[in-house]
């Protein structure tokens, strides 16, 4: 049935969702994966050819503001892996966390490549609940893990994940799974992490780790003679050296090394492999860096600002191809305008015939038909040229909030050099820089003409305009992130 309003296109595109949702997860593609499904599906259902209806941007930008997507992925995604027998009290659980970001983080690796440290650490930082298999298995103690069958092991642990702790704090599972299939099962059991951490490190340095190994008998904690030291003498006084069977390490870093491959493969899009043989503090910054991360399925709205001759407009290209996003530029959207002969047109025309700025009602108005399109709205937009000063920065920020911004820095000098050695062929409408891309020819240098606006008296001004009005444009709390590149470092280099 064709949705003939927006309640009524709401409803269709949750059914499509939840569709491509639970065919996911059959088959363990990632969530993120399924919500660019739909807006592929999405973006089918609004072609203007087929479907006259029009979502709104402004539905868009609330959405990311609060995060909608990512807590209505949370919540199906929860919903249809635990299947609860109430599925209303357990969404009401979850919107009663204090955190929709819990942590579910697996810590895995060969022995001694020092995973319980950082689980431990990495538990504490994130106030989440660190689980092992040994804590699991206290009743069993008789048995190794590799001893006990697979569904059992997952049992446990499904059982222990899902107690309230768990629940509403996160968890770090340590040393589990150590094969694909124990992989594949937590994946069944709908265990599914949002990151993974694999520690790596040489068989030589691992054997050294392991003759100096401590543990503290009282916690648990384990220490190193050299690398890891305990924190008072009270504690180093009571630890212990391991002794295992003869032959089990060997045996452990063997079977870890058979299978790595697969359990790796299992876990590839939420996976880090960290390299262990580094100092401690390192190899658990690397760790928080990652966990720290978070996945979100948003519609990219990215400013470029920089002064003329930083590269805004072929940063912009390179990202829009990458990432298949639509480049704006503000200078191109005018000129486009101006010649398809509407009033308004003719009125931009006008402006840009006598040198003249554009004035601000005139510039917004064709930005928001621009970026109101079907294909800014569905694929995102990168947009350059604009704003220049303060007061336009807020009108942006009014009609159509970016989500990310940048900041090009470059210095003047390099700017003028950049600017003022350029020139176009009139036959081809190729462009050339005198130092950069020569002509090839001697007929071809001839014939390059340069813009009035290229001039050196013209950049200079331009650049000086620039800079009055850049201060106060950083400041601006559209900013929601900065990125200040040295392009004159990257020129000398």
Not at 20 to 28: A, E, Y
Not at 147 to 173: A, S
Not at 439 to 450: F, G, H, I, M
Request: include cysteine.
């Amino acid at each position: 049935m064709t949705p003939r309003s927006p309640r009524g296109w709401g409803r269709f595109s949750s059914l499509l969702l939840m569709k491509d949702m639970i065919r996911s997860l059959g088959v363990g593609i990632q969530t993120c994966d399924v919500f660019k499904v739909h807006r592929e599906k999405q973006h089918l259902l609004m072609d203007e050819t087929v479907k006259p209806l029009r979502v709104p941007p402004h539905m868009a930008e609330y959405a990311d503001k609060h995060d909608v997507f990512h807590l209505l992925q949370s919540m199906l995604s929860s919903l249809l892996v635990d299947q609860p027998d109430d599925p209303i009290g357990h969404l009401t659980r979850l919107l009663q966390r204090t955190n929709v970001d819990i942590p579910r983080v697996l810590v895995l690796g060969p022995p001694a490549v020092g995973k319980h440290t950082v689980a431990t650490k990495l538990s504490a930082e994130l106030r989440a609940i660190h689980v092992t298999t040994e804590s699991l298995l206290q009743d069993q103690s008789e048995h190794s893990i590799q001893e006990l069958p697979t569904d059992q092991l997952v049992g446990q642990i499904q059982q222990r994940l899902n107690e309230i702790d768990c629940f509403n704090r996160g968890w770090v599972l340590e040393g589990f799974p150590q094969t694909r299939l124990q992989a594949l099962s937590l994946q069944q059991a709908g265990v599914i992490p949002e990151h993974v951490v694999l520690l790596q490190a040489p068989d030589d340095v691992l054997s050294q780790r392991d003759q100096g190994k401590l543990v503290d008998p009282l916690t648990g904690d384990a220490y190193h003679e050299t690398f890891v030291l305990p924190p008072h003498r009270s504690v180093a006084r009571r630890l212990e050296a391991p002794s295992p069977p003869e032959g089990q390490r060997e045996a452990e870093l063997q079977r870890h090394r058979s299978e790595v491959t697969g359990l790796s493969s299992a876990y590839q899009h939420v996976l880090k492999v960290v390299n262990a043989d580094q100092p401690h503090a390192d190899v658990y910054q690397q760790v928080l860096a990652f966990v720290r991360t978070r996945r979100r399925c948003r519609t990219p709205r990215i400013l470029l600002l920089g002064p003329p001759g930083s590269g805004k407009s072929h940063q912009a290209g390179l990202l829009a191809h990458k990432y298949k996003m639509v480049d704006v530029s503000c200078g191109r959207l005018l000129r486009s305008v101006a010649a398809d002969g509407s009033a308004l047109g003719e009125e931009i025309q006008s402006y840009l015939d006598g040198g003249r700025p554009v004035p601000d009602s005139l510039v917004l108005q064709v930005l928001e038909e621009r970026l109101s399109r079907l294909d800014c709205s569905h694929r995102g937009w990168i947009l350059h040229g604009f704003p220049r000063d303060l007061q336009q920065a807020k009108s942006l920020q009014e009609s159509h909030p970016p989500n990310s911004v940048f900041f090009l820095e470059c210095t003047s000098e390099v700017c003028v050099e950049r600017l003022t050695l350029r020139a176009t062929d009139p036959v081809s409408g190729e462009k050339f820089h005198a130092v950069t891309r020569p002509a090839p020819s001697s007929e071809v240098q001839n014939r390059l003409k340069t813009r009035p606006e290229d001039h050196t008296h013209s950049v200079t001004h331009t650049l000086n305009q620039h800079r009055v009005h850049t201060a106060g444009l950083q400041g601006v709390s559209m900013l929601i992130r900065i990125l200040t590149l040295c392009l004159s470092l990257w020129r000398a280099n």
